[in-house]
């Protein structure tokens, strides 16, 4: 079971927004740590495509944006395309297991 | 631009320890900003964090596998390692190497394209 909880799945049609959420607790996104969120796409490496709650990194379009609001955090994705599809992933700290924390992943798929 | 490269062998069995190297390229290793750290993925499961290091030597890991775990680093050759002992079925997957840096609030901002380890006699 995982420290952080992400829906096992979503689903949009193309051109639509969807919303990815991430919970978590006192102990990691509640005290004040930064949450992050990466795309795995099949055979390849994780991509970060928000880092500290909701900045881009270089290259990642600005229909991925991020927020976090006390426990908990999302990851919203406007103007869905198919490219899109992948399983993306939360992570942030837990300052009282001094580690670093996934979430459980949300596969999302592009109808 | 940073590259990150993961060797080691892909068979490994039970009982025995897995050991894994991380060889970093182009660009800094040394610095006091970063941690270099280790990442799994079993077959249909998702992403498990096993452990942290700084280029000094500062270690962090996942509670639930520390008594297993050793990860060191070798600053002159830009490298860092992961050893993990008494290994299980369980253990079998897909191990990446990533950096983290505080700069982005310790996301893993560069990874390794990863390389998959079996568990099996």
């Known amino acids: 079971q995982s420290v952080l909880t992400q829906p096992p799945s979503v689903s949009g049609a193309p051109g639509q927004r969807v919303t990815i959420s991430c919970t978590g607790s006192?102990?990691?996104?509640?005290?004040?740590?930064?949450v992050h969120w990466y795309q795995h796409l099949p055979g390849t490496a994780p991509k970060l495509v928000i880092y500290e709650n909701n900045n881009r990194p270089s290259g990642v379009p600005d229909r991925f944006s991020g927020s976090k609001s006390g426990t908990s955090a999302s990851l919203a994705i406007t103007g869905l395309q198919a490219e899109d599809e992948a399983d993306f992933y939360c992570?942030?700290?837990?300052?009282?297991?001094?580690?670093?924390?996934f979430g459980g992943g949300t596969k999302l798929t592009v109808l | 631009q940073l590259q990150l490269q993961e060797s080691g062998p892909r068979l490994v069995k039970p009982s025995e320890t897995l050991s894994l190297t991380c060889s970093v390229s182009g660009g800094h290793f040394t610095s006091s900003y970063y941690f270099w750290g280790w990442i799994r993925q079993p077959p249909g499961k998702g992403l498990e964090w096993i452990g942290s290091i700084s280029y000094s030597g500062s270690t962090y890991y996942k509670p639930s596998l520390k008594s297993r775990v050793t990860i060191s680093v070798y600053p002159s050759k830009n490298q860092f390692s992961l050893r993990l002992s008494s290994v299980t079925a369980a253990d079998t997957a897909m191990y990446y190497c990533?950096?983290?840096?505080?700069?982005?609030?310790?996301?893993?901002?560069?990874w390794g394209p990863g390389t998959m380890v079996a568990v099996s006699s």
């Open positions: 990533a950096r983290t840096t505080v700069i982005t609030g310790r996301a893993f901002d560069i």
């Open positions: 006192s102990s990691n996104i509640g005290a004040s740590n930064e």
């Open positions: 992570q942030s700290y837990d300052t009282s297991l001094s580690a670093w924390v």
